[in-house]
């Protein structure tokens, strides 16, 4: 079992920055697969980013590429993500999951989300 807390969202202006963070509990979070992904009113869940258990493997969505940047301390039981450049279509929820298996969007564990909003 898994439990996936993320913190970090805010109110940002349009070029701005923030960091999300994901603190897991569980002694095998080592073990897992990260991801995160967003939601925006009225859209479907998609996926932004993802880093295997070692962290020497990540993936972005095209739309985040060269912005955001997902990495893991795994002696802390922490996942970020680094988001630059925010524009106002970055909007939404932002949620972490875990799973065994890496690059899938049905992950077994999810967080809560938090709220990230930019204006413009």
């Known amino acids: 079992q898994v439990q996936l807390v993320e913190s970090g969202g805010g109110l940002v202006q349009a070029g701005g920055s923030l960091r999300l963070s994901c603190a897991a509990s569980?002694?095998?979070?080592?073990?897992?697969?990260m991801g995160w992904f967003r939601q925006a009113p009225g859209k479907e869940r998609e996926f932004v980013a993802a880093i295997t258990w070692s962290g020497y493997t990540t993936n972005y969505a095209d739309s985040v590429k060269g912005r955001f940047t997902i990495s893991r301390d795994n002696a802390k039981n922490m996942m970020y993500l680094q988001m630059n450049s925010l524009k106002p279509e970055d909007t939404a929820v932002y949620y972490c999951?875990?799973?065994?298996?890496?690059?899938?969007?049905?992950?077994?564990?999810w967080g809560q989300g938090t709220q990230v909003t930019v204006s413009s």
């Open positions: 999951a875990a799973d065994l298996r890496f690059g899938v969007k049905d992950n077994d564990y």
């Open positions: 569980g002694r095998t979070f080592s073990r897992y697969h």
